[in-house]
């Protein structure tokens, strides 16, 4: 019986090599058109969120300017009590660092732990040129707190450069004196609070943009052409004006003098003295966020509604459905996965959004996002706001990972 023939191209080249070696220049030629994408996506977005991880629990402020004392907490047990070396350490470091000027950087350090102790490493450094042996003596005639067990403890733990305190600080916990976690005083517990008033501001935010946004885009969706082309032109008006300026805007609007209290007072449905308080509150947040968020609702749903053929209403109503239940059994359905993008898309802006809240906010109308900014920019404590961004990080996923398991991310429509 003959053997069945191998089929070749035309050059003598089996079919079924020629046919990889095309699939093997497309896969090529596919990666070389998306890998300057790529490349983008690793420097701007992949690198920058592995540089907040890896700062969340990395700091080597004090173990780069104490080494003697970093060296000595490295070779001992953690309950050990400074000895002679200990206090040797202390002072000759104390002296190095005053003499390279980053003694503030060490006291900085200590003090994210444990407050107040940082004008304690400034002035004992301006005093560590004249220490002398007995080092002991010499530091507590500097200053008596040197002998705190609290501060030793607190050293110890500063001295490792990586180290999951800033989680904890994140959370409102710190340690004690033997290391054990506990949780803050009850006036300094701030973290957490804000955790919960951001989620809580978010999905209110969600909410309200949703109920607005879904007749806005049922108008869109519903309306002639040539006239929701021109109302369309109002949804997109507010992404060709600064953010800034439309922030600063409610701000004009809602202050005790402004538009909105003096309209009130001029109708006579308010006493001048009874003028509402809407800005610099959570009010005046949730105000101008929804405003400003409204439209990334409204463009989800409008392209969901905008193919849903009129008829399977008429067709509903004629076999005797009211026109809630038509609504509700046969319209709002269809329009879930835009109900969906959009409520996901407005509540991870809405957790992380800063210029607003920080400009119509007030004390009590602030989000996680401006305390991250603080660190970051005033109190210079770099790492806790990396720990912060983290937990917020964290925590978006989580919420994307039950959204994907209970709606699914397959059902989500952006356009």
């Excluded at 008596?144 to 916990?173: C, E, G, I, K, V």
């Excluded at 004390?363 to 210079?380: E, K, R, V």
Aim: net charge positive; charged share 15%; proline share 6%.
């Amino acid at each position: 019986m003959a053997e069945p023939q191998t089929l070749t191209t035309p050059d003598g080249v089996p079919l079924k090599r020629a046919l990889a070696r095309a699939q093997a220049r497309a896969r090529r030629r596919a990666f070389l058109l998306v890998a300057p994408l790529l490349l983008f996506v690793i420097v701007t977005f992949l690198v920058p969120i592995g540089q907040m991880l890896h700062r969340s629990v990395y700091n080597d402020s004090f173990a780069a300017n104490m080494p003697r004392l970093t060296a000595w907490f490295a070779t001992t047990e953690p309950d050990t009590p400074p000895d002679d070396a200990a206090w040797e350490a202390l002072a000759l470091d104390l002296r190095a660092a005053a003499e390279a000027r980053t003694v503030g950087v060490v006291g900085t350090r200590v003090n994210y732990d444990l407050p107040g102790t940082r004008s304690l490493f400034t002035a004992t450094g301006r005093k560590a040129r004249s220490f002398q042996a007995p080092w002991r003596e010499a530091l507590l005639a500097a200053d008596a707190d040197w002998a705190d067990p609290m501060l030793w403890s607190t050293m110890r733990q500063a001295a490792r450069s990586y180290s999951p305190n800033f989680f904890l600080a994140a959370l409102d916990l710190t340690r004690d004196a033997r290391g054990a976690i506990v949780a803050v005083p009850q006036d300094r517990q701030v973290y957490v609070a804000l955790f919960q008033r951001t989620f809580t501001l978010a999905a209110l935010i969600t909410v309200l943009c949703v109920l607005l946004g879904f007749p806005v885009a049922h108008l869109l969706a519903t309306l002639p052409l040539r006239w929701s082309n021109l109302l369309m032109i109002l949804v997109l008006l507010p992404f060709w004006t600064s953010l800034l300026v439309r922030t600063t805007s409610w701000i004009v609007l809602l202050q005790g003098q402004g538009v909105i209290n003096n309209s009130l007072v001029a109708t006579g449905l308010l006493a001048d003295d009874g003028r509402l308080s809407l800005i610099y509150n959570q009010t005046g947040t949730i105000i101008a966020m929804t405003h400003v968020l409204l439209p990334f609702t409204i463009l989800p749903l409008y392209s969901v509604m905008r193919p849903i053929p009129p008829s399977y209403v008429r067709a509903a109503r004629s076999l005797g459905a009211t026109s809630w239940t038509a609504f509700r059994r046969v319209y709002l359905p269809q329009t879930l996965p835009g109900i969906g993008a959009g409520a996901l898309l407005v509540f991870i802006l809405a957790v992380g959004y800063y210029i607003t809240p920080a400009l119509v906010g007030g004390a009590s109308g602030q989000l996680i996002s401006n305390l991250i900014a603080f660190h970051m920019t005033d109190s210079l404590n770099w790492s806790l706001a990396a720990a912060l961004a983290a937990i917020l990080l964290g925590l978006v996923l989580i919420l994307y990972w039950l959204y994907d398991r209970l709606v699914g991310i397959d059902n989500l429509k952006l356009g």
